[in-house]
């Protein structure tokens, strides 16, 4: 049987999966689209502070999201096996942990302007991203748990719910941010501390009408989810935790390379710190793709893992890379023949620094779309491990390939080679070629290996203060150099609310 004649039957059912999970992260994504643009409008200085605090707060808010992230794949494998009790349990405990971190980073936020200046960067520029992130960090609550909720309705294939509440915040957004940055209608003139107020607000309501679905969802009305939502269970918040953990490190490990980056670009200058921040920005729009296609991978490979179905895991496999692969060829082209057109959306075309900003940004689209092809890739292998829920071998990886091989590239064909931004792009993509190649790699030889199969009888990684850790821990390990997750059972057969 060919190849082609596998992927076929997958195709419908991971495009109507993956398809509202690229519109919502795309929509989510020009909510920050329509932020940059706006206070691009308002100045040069303010963008760029606007793009030194996303990137701080990303930082933190991808640490946070591994929880949210994690969960999906064992949801997907409950729901395969028919098991209400765990898919609660491990929902209401990610939501525990989240709100948990959006606490304990709270003062992160609020005195960031040290921190910034500590790195290097410019005075003026870092008092107003501060300004941003003390408003911004009461963001991490309901962003954190809107992901939570977003991979619980996703898990129960309910994807569209939360494309169409992602869009519902756009139009809110861009009024929000029309009367808080600029002052119109009589509202005070807030600048870039404007839209995060405006983004605070969205994301509050979002996450009031994704918990409403959440409970009146009919399909999830025997999950009870909110059923004694204040009664702790330490059994399944551990697993979560040390299965969150890694997917927030390996998040931290990605996302902390592209905020050295800014970084160490706002060492070379402004104009080139704006122009970096826009060109990461219409990349990050191209990995949204990615990243639904990811989820959708997460979901169906959780699914058949649960169902102990090995051929369907190796169906699911081959149909994501082959969607991924595609979207890969045409964001290629897009990025090759029409990037001034891209960066221009981003600016006042009358501001004298316009012409300039939009050369550099040109430029660096042109490694963009050499850096696209291998994220795109690295974007679904982890999406496929996440589904096996294996974070911990790829939390390694990650750090590998970003830090010891792409940090160390960029620096020195950026500052001792003296290639400048162009040589900061390139290291972030010998990062991504190593990191795509041996995500890939792992996941594909525990696919056809079996392990992944035979890991289906177990939903979560060792707890490391456990019993059953130090038993795990004194078995011969296997051939990729990692134990098989084991859990102990509770009295009542595991099944705790």
């Known amino acids: ?151 619980y309705i996703a898990a129960l294939e309910r994807a569209r719910i939360v494309l169409w509440v992602t869009l519902a915040g756009l139009p809110l957004n861009i009024l929000l941010n029309w009367l808080l940055i600029f002052g119109n209608w009589g509202f005070p003139q807030m600048g870039v501390a404007g839209s995060a107020l405006a983004s605070l607000t969205v994301q509050m309501a979002q996450l009031v009408l994704l918990l409403g679905y959440a409970e009146r969802l009919s399909r999830a009305r025997g999950f009870s989810l909110l059923q004694r939502f204040w ?37 070379i200058g402004t104009q080139q710190l704006a122009a970096h921040g826009i060109a990461i920005q219409v990349t990050a729009i191209a990995f949204m793709i990615h990243l639904g296609i990811g989820n959708a991978a997460t979901v169906r490979v959780g699914q058949a893992m649960g169902r102990r179905d090995q051929r369907g895991m190796e169906d699911a496999t081959l149909t994501v890379l082959f969607l991924a692969l595609l979207v890969v060829a045409v ?58 829920q294996d974070t911990r071998i790829p939390m390694y990886i990650a750090f590998f390939s970003y830090w010891a091989v792409g940090m160390p590239i960029a620096w020195v064909l950026a500052f001792p080679l003296g290639f400048g931004p162009p040589g900061l792009w390139l290291g972030l993509v010998a990062s991504l070629v190593a990191a795509s190649g041996l995500l890939l790699w792992r996941f594909w030889y525990g696919l056809r290996h079996g392990k992944w199969v035979a890991r289906s009888e177990t939903q979560a990684p060792p707890d490391p203060m456990s019993e059953t850790a130090a038993m795990v821990s004194a078995m011969p390990f296997d051939s990729m150099g990692e134990t098989l997750a084991t859990t102990t059972p509770l009295p009542d057969g595991g099944r705790r609310d």
């Open 331 to 388: 964001v290629v082209i897009i990025f090759l023949t029409m990037p001034a057109p891209l960066i221009a959306v981003y600016l006042d075309q009358t501001d004298p620094e316009a012409p300039m900003l939009i050369a550099i940004g040109s430029m660096l689209l042109g490694y963009a779309a050499l850096f696209h092809m291998f994220d795109g890739l690295q974007a679904v292998a982890l999406g496929l491990l996440r589904g096996v």
């Open 1 to 151: 049987m060919s190849i082609f004649s596998r992927i076929r039957p997958n195709l419908g059912p991971t495009l109507a999966l993956a398809l509202p999970l690229v519109g919502s992260h795309l929509a989510r994504m020009a909510l920050g689209v329509t932020d940059t643009v706006m206070v691009g409008w308002y100045g040069v200085e303010p963008l760029a502070a606007l793009v030194l605090a996303t990137s701080y707060y990303f930082l933190l808010f991808m640490l946070g999201s591994g929880y949210g992230i994690g969960v999906m794949g064992v949801i997907a494998t409950a729901i395969a096996r028919k098991d209400e009790t765990e898919a609660r349990r491990a929902t209401r405990m990610a939501l525990w942990i989240s709100i948990l971190h959006s606490i304990i980073f709270l003062p992160a936020m609020w005195f960031s302007e040290d921190i910034l200046l500590w790195l290097g960067q410019d005075p003026l520029i870092a008092a107003l991203a501060q300004d941003y992130l003390r408003i911004g960090g009461l963001m991490l609550f309901p962003a954190l748990c809107g992901l939570v909720l977003n991979s």
């Open 231 to 267: 009664r702790p269970d330490w059994q399944a918040f551990r697993r979560q935790f040390w299965l969150g953990l890694p997917v927030g490190l390996t998040l931290v490990a990605e996302s902390g390379l592209f905020v050295a980056s800014g970084v160490m670009m706002g060492w």
